[in-house]
């Protein structure tokens, strides 16, 4: 099947592995249950109009107009756009359920000729495992790394932040206010439409604006 040819996870992983070459194989942990974003059997799925859909079959990811997604299966999106071509194994759901999860996490930190895998998660729960292993990874190479969402920095932050906070209280803006969005999602389109409806200016700032001198 044909997957994106754009994107940067990929680049990110190579680069954390130039950084730390003793790290050993990163995990990709992209799942945000609380955003409706699910990773099951390596395969992302993502939740659009109250239903949830395939990635390769999201009405918003399968059509983008940068990174649109043919594909689903994950290690197979990673594997095309990794420069080595490796195959990239995952730790799928049944291994949290029977226990396994811990001695496959293990097997997978120390393979060989492997640059990442892809952690399955598809609610909280099973994020705060990831999380715990992410935290127990006390190899002597470095630091433990990881690859993902929202999601996997959500759960490291309730394993260790203690008591959840009470979160601020909303306040009014006092002044211009400025906000910049790098999606070119159709979602994101819609909430740019809706803003500029409301009185929002829209300034587009072309890529090319990014490559050369600033003046």
Known sequence: AQVSEAGSL??????????????????????????????????????????????????????????????????????????????????QLPAHADGTFDD??????????????????????????????????DRPAGPALVVGSGGIMAALARLRGGAPRRPPAPTASRGPMLVVSASASTTTAGQIADAVRHGWVDVPIPAGAFTGDVT
């Open 104 to 137: 496959r996490w293990a097997q997978l930190r120390e393979a060989a000729d492997v640059e990442a895998f892809v952690v399955d998660a598809v609610d909280e729960a099973q994020m705060d495992t990831v999380a715990k292993a992410l935290l127990r990874d």
């Open 10 to 91: 990929t680049e990110g992983i190579e680069l954390l592995h130039e950084r730390f070459p003793g790290h050993g194989p990163v995990p990709v942990v992209p799942a945000q249950p609380g955003f409706g974003r699910y990773t099951a059997f390596s395969q992302h799925f993502g939740a659009y109009a109250g239903e949830v859909h395939r990635l390769d079959r999201h009405p918003v990811m399968a059509r983008h107009p940068s990174t649109p997604m043919h594909e689903a299966d994950l290690r197979l999106v990673l594997a095309e756009q990794l420069a080595s071509r490796r195959p990239v194994p995952g730790l």
